[in-house]
């Protein structure tokens, strides 16, 4: 009970949680893998990345999001020979107040336990989110066990009129 308080509380703390809302084109998507690389790499635990979670709206979005942080964590961990210097590096080394080169040993740690554990990295859409959400208290929410997310709205809509008139008759 206590922990589950302290651990609401931190969730709470606008440091450690993210919102960004703009326009297509506008670098949502650098930002919020700057966000979530500063969250995973501002431990010491490689394994910290299991406890952030990345929520955005489109399949696409969450899939691109996917690819930049584990892009970044690859070229942090190994970079290429004469390759540029990388600005996001920079950045997140900066911002967390660690030298490059301790950023590029925790992203290598982090990056491998990405690549064995990519089930937990979690970085999903709203809708699959709230799914496994539901899913997980199906009984305190009154559902069957076995429910199923009906998408197509005409075809609830349909459902929804012939269960009232049903009733009605």
Known sequence: PEQT???????????????VS???????TYQL?????LLALGSDDPAYFKRVLAITFTNDAAGEMK???????????????????DALLREV???????ADEVRRRAAATFRLVLYHYADFAVSTIDS????????????????????????TDSVLQTAVAALLDKVN
């Open 67 to 85: 690819a930049r942080i584990v892009g970044a964590l690859r070229r942090f961990a190994y970079p290429t020979e004469g390759a540029r210097a």
């Open 33 to 37: 893998t700057k966000e979530y690389l």
């Open 22 to 28: 703009a326009n297509a084109g506008s670098g949502k």
């Open 129 to 152: 989110f709230v799914q496994r959400i539901v899913t997980a208290f199906t009984r305190e929410l009154g559902l069957p066990a076995a429910f199923e997310v009906e998408l197509d």
């Open 93 to 99: 080394a900066a911002e967390l107040g660690l030298s």
């Open 5 to 19: 308080r302290r651990n609401q509380a931190l969730a709470a703390e606008p440091d450690l949680s993210a919102w």
